[in-house]
């Protein structure tokens, strides 16, 4: 079975950052498109980043687009969000996601695996 773990999370102060990694096992990790998603209490799960299969195509949530950096590493079967300049509104659970189809989505529902979330807070 597909497996995903994040990790990197931790706390930070305004404008510090944090590097998070989901390491992929159980699957062909070239054949997922794979995402960032995060979540904070009481609210809905909400997309940040995607990246395709190559690693040719990128998108950002508006939220975080020039602060935040999507990349991966096929080699290893690893994601990574590199996350700069971090603001208190980016706490959350941060996940990773992989999707196997052959269209990238930025919605949650398009996804087929799911990481246990890592926490990221970031006191003002």
């Known amino acids: 079975q597909v497996q995903l773990v994040e990790t990197g999370g931790g706390l930070v102060q305004a404008g510090g950052s944090l590097r998070l990694s989901c390491a992929v096992s159980?699957?062909?990790?070239?054949?997922?498109?794979m995402g960032w998603f995060r979540q904070a209490p009481g609210k809905e799960r909400e997309f940040v980043a995607l990246?395709?299969?190559?690693?040719?195509?990128?998108y950002y949530a508006a939220s975080v687009k020039g602060r935040f950096t999507i990349s991966r590493d096929n080699a290893n079967d690893t994601a990574y969000l590199q996350m700069n300049t971090l603001k208190p509104e980016d706490t959350a659970v941060y996940l990773c996601?992989?999707?196997?189809?052959?269209?990238?989505?930025?919605?949650?529902?398009?996804?087929?695996?799911w990481g246990q979330g890592t926490q990221v807070t970031v006191s003002s």
């Open positions: 990246i395709s299969r190559s690693g040719g195509y990128t």
């Open positions: 996601a992989a999707d196997q189809s052959s269209t990238v989505s930025a919605y949650p529902r398009a996804y087929d695996y």
């Open positions: 159980g699957g062909t990790f070239s054949d997922y498109a």
